[in-house]
């Protein structure tokens, strides 16, 4: 094949792909048990690391899409894992917070990183923050800046 570009085998994109959609089923059984999706689990990250923030705020640390974060935040809703607030100060803003219940999650939650990364034979922990770094790399030379 005189177009070697084209072939799977040497694009980093797909590399990447294969990559994140192995581990998204990582995470499939461990998210079973606490009854939430891999961006949902994303969601509660994001807030178990910093509670009572707005919508916006929330895009930006998850980078997942707004349309996506809409359907996101009504099913955890519906699941009672949070709730959307108006902000005291500037009723415009929403805020999203965690209920009782989205709270107690974070305990239950909490062995699954580790559990995750114990499914990386090949790679040490050194390589790991490696590949983070890497990662950020790209997300950040492909994130639109405007």
């Given at each position: 094949?005189?177009?070697?570009?084209?072939?799977?085998?040497?694009?980093?994109?797909?590399?990447?792909?294969?990559?994140?959609?192995?581990?998204?089923?990582?995470?499939?059984?461990?998210?079973?048990?606490?009854?939430?999706?891999?961006p949902?689990?994303?969601v509660?990250m994001?807030?178990?690391?910093?509670?009572?923030?707005?919508i916006?705020?929330?895009?930006?640390?998850?980078?997942?899409?707004?349309?996506?974060?809409?359907?996101?935040?009504?099913?955890?809703?519906?699941?009672?894992?949070?709730?959307?607030?108006?902000?005291?100060?500037?009723?415009?803003?929403?805020?999203?917070?965690?209920?009782t219940?989205?709270?107690?999650?974070?305990?239950?939650?909490?062995?699954?990183?580790?559990?995750?990364?114990?499914?990386?034979?090949?790679?040490d922990?050194?390589?790991?923050?490696?590949?983070?770094?890497?990662?950020?790399?790209?997300?950040?030379?492909?994130?639109d800046?405007?």
């Open positions: 094949m005189p177009f070697e570009q084209l072939k799977l085998k040497n694009q980093l994109c797909h590399r990447l792909y294969m990559a994140s959609n192995s581990l998204i089923r990582a995470y499939r059984e461990p998210l079973k048990a606490l009854n939430i999706t891999y949902q689990y994303v509660m994001a807030l178990w690391e910093e509670d009572k923030i707005t916006s705020a929330l895009l930006e640390r998850t980078m997942i899409d707004g349309g996506a974060m809409t359907q996101i935040l009504k099913k955890m809703t519906d699941k009672c894992l949070l709730n959307i607030i108006k902000d005291d100060d500037d009723k415009r803003k929403r805020l999203v917070e965690l209920t219940q989205g709270q107690v999650l974070k305990a239950k939650a909490a062995n699954i990183p580790h559990s995750i990364r114990c499914e990386f034979n090949s790679i922990s050194i390589q790991a923050n490696q590949l983070m770094q890497l990662l950020d790399l790209v997300v950040n030379d492909l994130t800046k405007t």
